[in-house]
């Protein structure tokens, strides 16, 4: 019940098209959702959150669309650039204020 | 702030060794997080601390494995003895409180080969 599930594992986009990620959680406990974002040799960053009070959230190329009902919330990246090739994770929030982590997803965009 | 510094970043070390890698977390968070990050397994949770005490240690996969913070400013994680199979990158993060969407910052993570 405390798992976050992320998928896919990795993906392959030509430059210019939509990445899209996946995340479904079981626990309505979870209240916050954040997106990391990991280049390589480097630590995880924010790069994007969403509460389940709204079913969308963008800034700039990134948007989270979140589904309470179905607990689910995906990462969509549009108009995806070789720059955004890194590795994408999901998160949850628990209430003692730790995070359950996705698997990532390495996502390459070709140019 | 220089943001989570982690020491050293990158530490080869023979099987049966003593390992100590170090944090110094972001001045005036009250949590800090211990990751460990492999291809196999992805980003593990070790421990966490919350204003300098353990508050989950479930995630420390052996004896072998021990964190402490003696400070605010300062924890370790050491590995005794060392084995092949701890090779991994290590990633210490802190983050505020209160506030349950306060961002979690990481250091640049210690890459750790054990021969």
């Known amino acids: 019940q405390q798992q976050v599930k992320q998928s896919p594992q990795s993906l392959i986009v030509q430059k210019g098209g939509i990445s899209i990620i996946n995340c479904a959680y079981e626990n309505t406990a979870f209240d916050y959702f954040p997106w990391y974002q990991q280049f390589p040799g480097k630590g995880p960053a924010l790069l994007i959150a969403i509460r389940p009070d709204v079913s969308e959230k963008k800034e700039g190329r990134f948007t989270i669309s979140f589904n309470k009902s179905a607990k689910q919330f995906s990462l969509h990246i549009m108009d995806s650039q070789p720059g955004d090739s890194a590795t994408y994770f999901c998160a949850a929030l628990k209430s003692n204020y730790q995070l359950i982590w996705g698997a990532g997803t390495k996502l390459i965009i070709k140019p | 702030d220089a943001g989570v510094i982690q020491s050293p970043r990158h530490e080869v070390t023979e099987m049966g060794q003593e390992v100590t890698l170090r944090c110094k977390p972001i001045?005036?968070?009250?949590?800090l997080f211990w990751y460990r990050q492999t291809m196999m397994r992805g980003l593990e949770l070790l421990i966490y601390f919350n204003n300098n005490v353990p508050i989950d240690d479930s995630g420390m996969p052996e004896d072998r494995f021990s964190a402490k913070m003696p400070n605010a400013s300062f924890s370790t994680l050491k590995i005794q003895p060392s084995e092949p199979r701890d090779s991994a990158v290590y990633f210490c993060?802190?983050?505020?409180?209160?506030?349950?969407?306060?961002?979690?910052?990481f250091g640049q993570g210690t890459r750790l080969t054990v021969v």
């Open positions: 993060a802190s983050r505020q409180n209160p506030g349950k969407d306060t961002e979690a910052f």
């Open positions: 001045s005036g968070h009250d949590y």
